[in-house]
């Protein structure tokens, strides 16, 4: 039995976690379950699965949390503080980190300070600190198991191979706007973004599905997971979603991995790694498969890809520059505040005012978070006619 604690329940990879371990009671036990507001579906959640611990970052509705399991054997917590120390459980066997954005590197650093195996669905933890993280996993020789599906799909082609990488290929559909002009993107709504054509996920990552920002931050998560240079790592669109990712080997031979659009297969691939266990998930049936195309990125009218790949080249703490103001940028888009075409505008403005640090501290990181979201508002204030929604 496998002890797990899912640091953001609520969203949509800790929903589909928590599916993978109810058809598995055998298998997995949930431990911990944190949710920031969702605190209604958190109580369900709490009470099905009966967990030790519950934490409810935002104090606001703790009281509510707690008069709601009152009934239960359910300890709850409540503060970012509460959950970072409540990780350290010694009755915890697995962390599941799908928090997102900046505030699941944490936890996540108490986790592996506390030798918890990671279960990594929160890529912004690799973006913001990949430098630091890989030394804390080394020093305390915990694994990283990826959940994203792409960096999942690596993994799996790497599985029982000795041989040496020539690049890996990561896929990205390209999203609703892959055939969008530049005009046409200026134009873009809320509802259009949110539309993504094969993937059912939180509204964060979907916008940055659309952006082509998920794609870039994957590219930087890539080279920390599977320690490679960033000449090694290569973005294709391939807009059926079929082909996850794949690796092409020194000999140029290529693994890809493939299935159905369907996070609760890496999920469940990363909680009962070495093993696979059998499942209901539907399977790809070839005979209904008829094209898998492959085309390269703009980064022209999808400029977002391109001030990733910039980040990761200049490296210190611009990734995480460029992290903070995108989340800023995309929760302005979707508050209807500014423009779609007007995210990369913001993150870019953020990447030109920002100090690099070339070797940043975790106290760094910290101040650069901050400092970066003041600006980026204060970049959006200031050009609040130019960048309006529209």
């Known amino acids: 039995m496998k002890r797990i604690a899912i640091l953001g329940s609520t969203g949509s990879i800790g929903t589909q976690a928590l599916e993978v371990i109810r058809s598995y009671p055998d298998l997995f036990e949930v431990e911990l379950l944190s ?66 954005g900046f505030a699941g590197l944490e936890p ?49 082609c790497l599985v029982g191979e000795k041989s040496p990488i020539d690049k890996i ?35 964060k990552i979907t916008i940055d599905s659309a952006s082509l920002m998920n794609k870039g931050l994957e590219v930087i998560e890539a080279k920390w997971l599977f320690g490679l240079n960033p000449n090694q790592i290569e973005v294709v669109i391939h807009p059926q979603s079929i082909i996850h990712s794949m690796v092409q080997f020194v000999d140029g031979s290529i693994k890809a991995q493939m299935g159905l659009p369907d996070m609760k297969l890496p999920i469940q691939y990363a909680f009962t790694f070495p093993q696979r266990v059998s499942s209901q998930f539907p399977r790809l049936d070839f005979g209904q498969l008829h ?21 990761l080249r200049v490296g210190g703490n611009m990734p995480c520059i460029l992290n903070a103001a995108n989340e800023v940028a995309v929760e302005a888009f979707l508050k209807e505040q500014i423009s779609f ?8 403005g953020a990447m030109h005012a920002i100090p690099l640090i070339n070797h940043p501290s975790l106290s760094d990181y910290y101040s650069t978070d901050s400092e970066t979201r003041i600006k980026s508002i204060e970049l959006i204030n200031k050009n609040q006619l130019r960048w309006r929604y529209s």
């Open 291 to 311: 094209t898998l195309t492959f085309e390269k990125p703009d980064v022209n009218r999808f400029p977002n890809l391109g001030l990733a790949l910039e980040a």
């Open 35 to 100: 949710a920031q507001n969702s605190w209604e579906l958190l109580v369900k959640q709490a009470t099905e699965f009966q967990p030790n611990i519950v934490v409810i970052t935002n104090k606001e509705h703790y009281n509510k949390v707690k008069e709601a399991l009152e009934p239960y054997p359910i300890k709850v917590y409540t503060g970012k503080q509460a959950l970072s120390e409540s990780v350290t459980s010694g009755q915890i066997d697995m962390i599941l980190a799908a928090m997102v």
């Open 108 to 156: 996540t650093i108490k986790a592996i300070e506390a030798g918890k195996t990671i279960a990594l669905a929160n890529k912004e933890t690799l973006v913001v600190a990949g430098e630091l993280i890989t030394s804390l996993v080394i020093k305390h020789s915990v694994p990283i198991l990826p959940v994203d599906s792409e960096h999942s799909a690596i993994f799996q």
């Open 341 to 348: 075409m007007a995210i990369p505008e913001v993150v870019e």
């Open 169 to 203: 290929i990561l896929t990205a559909s390209g999203g609703p706007f892959r055939n969008h002009t530049l005009d046409k993107l200026k134009r873009v709504t809320k509802s259009d973004a949110l539309n993504h054509p094969n993937w059912c996920m939180g509204q």
